[in-house]
């Protein structure tokens, strides 16, 4: 196995090791022979407590600064100072029993409580960047260098110093530094550490290079369209690295509970130590118990493992190409059961066929009209038309009249193309097409041209995940497009209610209307294409964005950004979820459990240190392993996975 500690880590593990080889032959001799019996006499005791108290400090001198520091610092209730109160009492303890001429023991407890908090934090530190660098790692997007093509030559320069415009040459092994279209040459791109998609794709001139991606087979000579901290890859890590900011409410409760319970937890030490004292005189016994009961309060099993295990899970999630901007919103996924979907490119493919063409006149001047003007729009529509249309040179300024259509002026002509309310908003004289199907009208300067037919397809999943979501909740289809297409979509595919000849304002209202009615352990999550409902996912509980693969908007409005354009993905997502969250709260129940059995057990003088402080490193380890199960390779798939190609 590769060892991937880090320097200061490893230095940790080394001190550990050495320490406790140390330790274990001092407590060995000691056990064996007497050490203060062999050396006898009034000062006896001196031998063990030099030796231990050597051990204590190689051990414990870190965790002893940080609880100084802390409280110069004003913060006094922490796990340092319960750790250094419990093993200076510990000690101070034997040293009262040593001089007072009782057998010299209780050194090697004060040495183990240390001993093993450091065993448990190297754990924690352990588990924690190992956690974190699988995030940084299954999101190795960032480029090092791009190779400029400037005066005919390829210089290698930084991606950040690289102008939109610029030709860049990217080689086979190369990873993609800058968003831009490939104008030469053809190759495979890996994408998998963008989506998790494991099948290469194939992409030749005109096709949209993404940052991240890895250039497989051969070279390419790409046209930079946006600077580098525009990219996909920087946009990415920019949310990934801002994930620790969006945390979740149990986090936050964690937090917020430990501020209090810490010093709760002196508070009642101390009355255990003195009350019973007081009462029975045997003060050696009660600061003993007090001392454990200290020790075992240490709160950092939970402190620690409810964190790791979102991180865990927002971990597992991006190995999906799913990536969740904080714990809060896999915290609020798990909750979810209001599905609320857009139609065009999310529900279904978004790739439009033109069925049919009626023009007033001339069907190919129609087509030209439309192409023309949805030139410059991102519309799947429009996007469709153009493919239709071929090779067209457009000089238009364009009007996106979101949920409507656009509006392109060319050469003091206006090009209406868009849907009936478009028509009408404007004015034309025009009947409604009576096909079931999108129809996207045209006019020019007024004029009513025609109309072009589209039809688009649902996603060949879309039907299942409908209903695997149906079964926990609704879903419900929000659309822009008309009735007789909306309805034919939500009965084919099963959602449970649908409204249509929305506006992107009136999709607010109806999500809105939909978080009004909804109960307080609802969560209504949006999920949509990132195109023109930006507000809608803002205002839910959860956006989800669709395909954010190259589309800034999605990843910018969204809480949680699905990079491959699959639908699949939610279900999964939401398994993901339940898991992390499930995980969390055995985590907190265990713990406490585990905690409090073990605090009335010290209260009552029936555990020792030992227990003790075993009880509080296990709890940890276990606690952490539990939270690192979150993170596996499998077991999120749906029972019936489409067969993967394994690298
Ligand atoms: P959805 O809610 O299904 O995602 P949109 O809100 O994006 O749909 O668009 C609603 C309707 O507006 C479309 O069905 C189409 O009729 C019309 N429309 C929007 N943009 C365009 C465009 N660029 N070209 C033609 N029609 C458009
Ligand atoms: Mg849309």
């Known amino acids: 196995m590769k060892c991937q500690l880090s320097k200061k880590l490893r230095n940790n593990l080394i001190r550990i090791c050495v320490v406790l080889a140390a330790f274990v032959v001092v407590f060995a001799t000691d056990k064996a022979i007497g050490l203060a019996e062999a050396v006898g006499g009034k000062y006896g005791w001196l031998l063990p407590f030099f030796l231990y108290l050597g051990v204590y400090l190689a051990i414990a001198y870190d965790v002893l600064w940080k609880a100084v520091r802390n409280i110069l610092g004003g913060e006094l209730f922490d796990e340092n100072l319960l750790m250094c109160i419990a093993s200076l009492g510990?000690?101070?303890?034997?040293?009262?029993?040593?001089?007072?001429?009782?057998?010299?023991?209780?050194?090697?407890?004060?040495?183990?409580?240390?001993?093993?908090?450091?065993?448990?934090?190297?754990?924690?530190?352990?588990?924690?960047?190992?956690?974190?660098?699988?995030?940084?790692?299954?999101?190795?997007i960032r480029p090092d260098s791009a190779n400029v093509i400037r005066d005919g030559e390829a210089i290698s320069v930084s991606p950040e110093e690289v102008a939109i415009g610029e030709l860049i040459l990217i080689n086979p092994g190369?990873?993609?530094?800058?968003?831009?279209?490939?104008?030469?040459?053809?190759?495979?791109?890996?994408?998998?550490?963008l989506?998790?998609?494991?099948?290469?794709?194939?992409?030749?001139?005109?096709?949209?290079?993404?940052?991240?991606?890895?250039?497989?087979t051969s070279s390419v000579k790409v046209r930079v369209e946006k600077e580098f901290?525009?990219?996909?890859?920087?946009?990415?890590?920019?949310?990934?690295?801002?994930?620790?900011?969006?945390?979740?409410?149990?986090?936050?409760?964690?937090?917020?509970?430990a501020r209090f319970?810490?010093?709760?937890?002196?508070?009642?030490?101390?009355?255990?130590?003195?009350?019973?004292?007081v009462v029975t005189g045997d003060w050696i016994s009660w600061i003993y118990r007090a001392l454990s009961f200290l020790v075992v309060?240490?709160?950092?099993?939970?402190?620690?493992?409810?964190?790791?295990?979102?991180?865990?899970?927002?971990?597992?999630?991006?190995?999906?190409?799913?990536?969740?901007?904080?714990?809060?919103?896999?915290?609020?996924?798990?909750?979810?059961?209001?599905f609320v979907f857009d139609k065009t490119g999310t529900l279904t493919k978004g790739a439009f066929a033109v069925t049919k063409v009626v023009p007033e006149e001339r069907w190919d001047e129609l087509l030209h009209l439309a192409a023309m003007a949805e030139q410059g729009s991102s519309h799947p529509i429009a996007r469709s038309i153009c493919e239709l249309a071929g090779e067209c040179q457009s000089d238009c300024a364009l009007v996106n009249e979101a949920g409507m259509g656009v509006i392109a002026t060319s050469q003091g002509h206006e090009i209406l193309v868009g849907n009936f309310k478009l028509m009408q908003a404007h004015g034309i004289v025009c009947y409604p097409a009576e096909d079931v199907g999108t129809a996207v009208y045209v006019a020019k300067d007024g004029e009513y041209r025609g109309y072009i037919l589209v039809e688009d397809l649902p996603k060949d999943e879309a039907k299942e995940v409908v209903a695997a979501l149906n079964a926990s909740?609704?879903?419900?289809?929000?659309?822009?497009?008309?009735?007789?297409?909306a309805r034919k979509i939500a009965t084919e595919l099963g959602v449970s209610a649908y409204k249509a000849s929305l506006l992107p304002a009136d999709k607010v209202d109806e999500v809105e209307a939909l978080l009004a009615a909804k109960g307080k352990r609802d969560a209504l999550c949006y999920v949509g294409d990132g195109i023109n409902d930006a507000p809608v996912l803002m205002r839910s509980d959860i956006g989800v964005a669709m395909g954010g693969l190259g589309s800034d908007a999605a990843i910018e409005a969204s809480d949680i950004v699905l990079m491959k354009d699959d639908l699949r993905a939610l279900p999964l997502a939401k398994r993901i979820a339940k898991r992390t969250y499930a995980v969390v709260m055995q985590n907190i129940v265990f713990a406490l459990a585990v905690k409090l059995v073990i605090l009335l057990l010290s209260a009552f003088g029936i555990t020792n240190m030992w227990m003790a402080v075993f009880g509080d490193v296990g709890v940890a380890f276990l606690a952490i392993l539990n939270a690192m199960r979150v993170n596996t390779k499998r077991g999120y798939e749906a029972k019936s996975p489409k067969p993967k190609i394994a690298k």
Do not use: W
């Open 90 to 140: 510990a000690f101070g303890l034997a040293i009262f029993r040593s001089v007072k001429g009782m057998p010299a023991e209780g050194f090697e407890e004060a040495c183990a409580v240390i001993l093993f908090y450091q065993i448990g934090e190297f754990f924690q530190s352990y588990a924690v960047g190992k956690s974190r660098s699988g995030i940084s790692e299954l999101m190795d």
């Open 174 to 193: 190369e990873k993609v530094p800058l968003d831009g279209r490939i104008e030469e040459g053809a190759s495979s791109f890996d994408l998998r550490a």
């Open 195 to 216: 989506t998790g998609e494991s099948l290469p794709k194939d992409m030749g001139a005109g096709d949209m290079a993404i940052s991240g991606s890895v250039n497989l």
């Open 229 to 257: 901290h525009d990219s996909t890859a920087s946009k990415i890590l920019e949310l990934v690295e801002n994930a620790a900011d969006k945390k979740a409410v149990a986090e936050n409760f964690i937090t917020r509970f």
């Open 261 to 277: 319970y810490t010093p709760a937890v002196v508070a009642v030490a101390l009355l255990l130590a003195i009350i019973p004292s």
């Open 297 to 338: 309060s240490c709160p950092c099993a939970l402190v620690i493992s409810v964190p790791l295990s979102f991180f865990a899970g927002i971990g597992a999630a991006s190995r999906y190409g799913i990536l969740v901007k904080g714990s809060a919103y896999l915290e609020r996924l798990n909750k979810a059961n209001i």
């Open 473 to 485: 909740g609704k879903t419900v289809m929000l659309t822009g497009d008309n009735e007789a297409v």
